[in-house]
């Protein structure tokens, strides 16, 4: 559980200019997978104070994008803003849900983190008329610095898309946080905790099909079961 | 022949030197910041060339020559372009001496695009990217923020160590550059990565299920394997990865609040 006094405004503030750099990363810099689910909610998590929860959400968003690639002109789901949105409300809902793991709110977390990687790909689109707008306009240009100059003008839109998905996680966290505090008795955090076990199988289903390699199914299924027989041969040895 | 061509006739043309091609190389990570459906990379690779072609071309009209034939549509996977922006220095500094046609750099360049570009995605994108990921998730499920090592330190030794070896090749060969990338086999190495990734991937839900609610651990985990191998069927059938993590989460939290 996070103090309350850690989710000060000068630390959002600072989580939320991270957030904007690293959606830059994703696509318009340098892209050495710093905006990747597992790196972008591990650094947005250490910022936030929930480095634990967020490396486990990072894990399972990293698995349920894993095949998520810009190849030509498609525009994919956008996993970065997931992650942003999903971090950030993670860290305002850690506390409605006392216990190890956290679960509940990994579960919320991920309900809202696949919401914007869904609203990312507008995002995305609106980012290349934009710098379609900005071609255009760099055609008119006489001076030819000042024309390919126009090749970094483009970089404020991602960056302001990545703070905003990261301000609307941390809205929709604060939100979900009152009306769970406000929520008595038991059922709901299990059923959330077992939600997030179904978000998990999701991932892992997401994350073999991605996988474009014969017997994809084989491998990951052969180690899996390497893992499961390891864990019961646990469950036994401690009886 | 252009006017760079014609002027370089007498004055041979300034050599491209290693800071020049460190600053274009930089420019290079920038590849994508304009990118646009209508063409595509084409304002990244320009304003990359830029410190290069200031150098080669001194007169103002063959500078704009030059950067206009790096202005049309261009479109390569962004590590790849790499060996491209090092080939079209190669060229444009044998264009300002007067050793070749201005009509090379451009179809070295169209040339080399497309196969660079599928070469590109189905290595970075498809294999490595995937594997470091899912190995990187399935460290940070077992030991925590190793996991984000593992995968940054990973797939960046490969990623930055064949963006640089790439840049220098081209710029070294011109258009054998293709031998030099050949030689790399990321064609071989995408087949022994690709079934690393699957394997991680697997084993990685199995310990996230582990770690999930519930008194026996091994029970969690092997409901999590059992949705995932539904999911792997469903998805085989056309059904969106959104779905099926609506419908699993929903059937998990329903079946939690019963138990």
Not at chain 2, 27 to 55: D, H, T
Not at chain 2, 133 to 154: K, N
Not at chain 2, 170 to 191: I, K, Q, S
Request: net charge positive.
């Amino acid at each position: 559980m996070i103090p309350e006094a850690s989710m000060s405004p000068a630390r959002l503030a600072l989580a939320a200019a991270l957030a904007a750099l690293l959606a830059l990363e994703r696509k318009a810099f340098l892209q050495a997978m710093l905006a990747r689910p597992l790196v972008a909610c591990g650094l947005l998590g250490l910022a936030l104070g929930v480095p634990s929860e967020a490396l486990l959400l990072g894990a399972a968003l990293e698995l349920f994008f894993l095949g998520t690639a810009n190849l030509g002109a498609n525009v994919p789901d956008q996993e970065f803003l997931a992650s942003a949105a999903g971090v950030s409300c993670l860290a305002f809902l850690v506390p409605a849900f006392p216990g190890p793991g956290a679960s509940g709110a990994l579960a919320i977390a991920a309900g809202v983190a696949l919401l914007f990687g869904k609203l990312g790909q507008l995002s995305d689109r609106l980012g290349e008329r934009y710098n379609e707008r900005l071609l255009l306009a760099s055609a008119a240009e006489r001076d030819l610095t000042r024309q390919l100059g126009f090749a970094l003008r483009g970089l404020w839109l991602p960056a302001l898309a990545g703070a905003l998905a990261f301000a609307g996680g941390a809205t929709l966290g604060l939100l979900l946080r009152r009306a769970m505090v406000s929520l008595s008795g038991e059922v709901v955090p299990r059923a959330l905790g077992f939600a997030w076990l179904g978000f998990l199988a999701a991932a892992g289903a997401s994350a073999v099909r991605s996988i474009r390699v014969e017997r994809a199914e084989l491998w990951a299924g052969g180690a899996a079961a390497l893992v499961a027989g390891i864990q019961l041969a646990q469950v036994l040895a401690s009886k | 022949m252009s006017a760079a061509h014609d002027r370089s006739q007498d004055t041979p043309a300034p050599e491209l030197t290693a800071r020049v091609r460190r600053r274009v190389f930089v420019r290079s990570l920038w590849l994508q910041a304009c990118w646009n459906p209508r063409r595509m990379q084409s304002l990244g690779i320009a304003w990359a060339l830029e410190p290069a072609l200031k150098v080669l071309y001194p007169d103002p009209q063959a500078l704009r020559a030059a950067a206009d034939r790096h202005l049309a549509f261009f479109n390569c996977h962004p590590y790849m372009t790499a060996a491209i922006l090092g080939g079209s220095l190669f060229h444009e500094q044998r264009i300002a001496r007067g050793e070749e046609e201005a009509e090379k750099v451009v179809a070295f360049k169209a040339s080399l695009m497309g196969p660079l570009a599928a070469l590109g995605d189905g290595f970075f994108w498809m294999s490595l990217r995937p594997a470091a990921g899912a190995v990187g998730a399935l460290v940070a499920l077992l030991a925590g923020y190793w996991g984000v090592a593992v995968f940054l330190v990973g797939y960046n030794a490969v990623h930055l160590g064949l963006r640089a070896h790439f840049f220098s090749q081209g710029w070294r060969l011109g258009d054998e550059v293709v031998g030099a990338l050949a030689a790399t086999n990321l064609t071989g190495l995408t087949g022994k990565l690709r079934p690393a990734a699957a394997a991680a991937a697997g084993a990685a839900v199995a310990v996230a299920g582990a770690a999930g609610p519930g008194h026996l651990q091994l029970l969690p985990m092997l409901a999590v394997l059992g949705l995932g191998v539904v999911g792997w069927v469903l998805l085989g059938r056309g059904l969106s990865p959104y779905a099926w993590a609506a419908a699993a989460a929903g059937l998990a939290a329903v079946a939690g609040a019963f138990l």
